[in-house]
């Protein structure tokens, strides 16, 4: 039994949900960076050398993301879904340690809105982009 296909929503519906979830995961995604500087730069004790080694490990892959979240392409915000998985459970097993638990849960609160509002704009960018190809 064939399923019917779903209407797409109208372009006027979704030119405002596209804005803000675009405004969203851009804003989630500049708090996460600059939290995880900060933390790292004023909280974190660790030795100048391993300090960098975090810091280039922990903001890389964000680095590699930032272009296309910049631009608004919908598959940077579908690869940041993916990737913003390890800062949340970063910030899930750091919120279990006292002694960083205000950063564990800004870091799991930060990491759950990007991936919720990227997603949203994910799944809105295709349809709005496949209801101007023609697509009812």
């Not at 399923?3 to 979830?21: E, G, Y």
């Not at 509002?117 to 209801?131: E, G, I, K, S, V």
Request: a positive charge; hydrophobic letters at 60%; proline letters at 5%.
């Amino acid at each position: 039994m064939a399923r019917s296909a779903k209407p797409l929503p109208a372009l006027d519906w979704l030119k405002p949900r596209l804005a803000v979830s675009r405004i969203v995961s851009l804003l989630s995604f500049l708090a996460l960076t600059v939290l995880l500087l900060v933390w790292n730069l004023a909280f974190a004790e660790l030795p100048d050398k391993l300090l960098w080694v975090i810091l280039a490990f922990q903001l890389t892959p964000l680095l590699l993301l930032a272009p296309g979240l910049i631009l608004g392409n919908a598959r940077a915000h579908a690869w940041t879904c993916f990737v913003v998985n390890l800062y949340f459970i970063q910030g899930v097993l750091a919120a279990f340690d006292p002694s960083k638990a205000l950063f564990g849960w800004l870091e799991t609160l930060l990491s759950l809105s990007l991936f919720c509002a990227a997603l949203m704009y994910t799944r809105w960018r295709f349809q709005y982009q496949r209801r101007l190809a023609g697509e009812s």
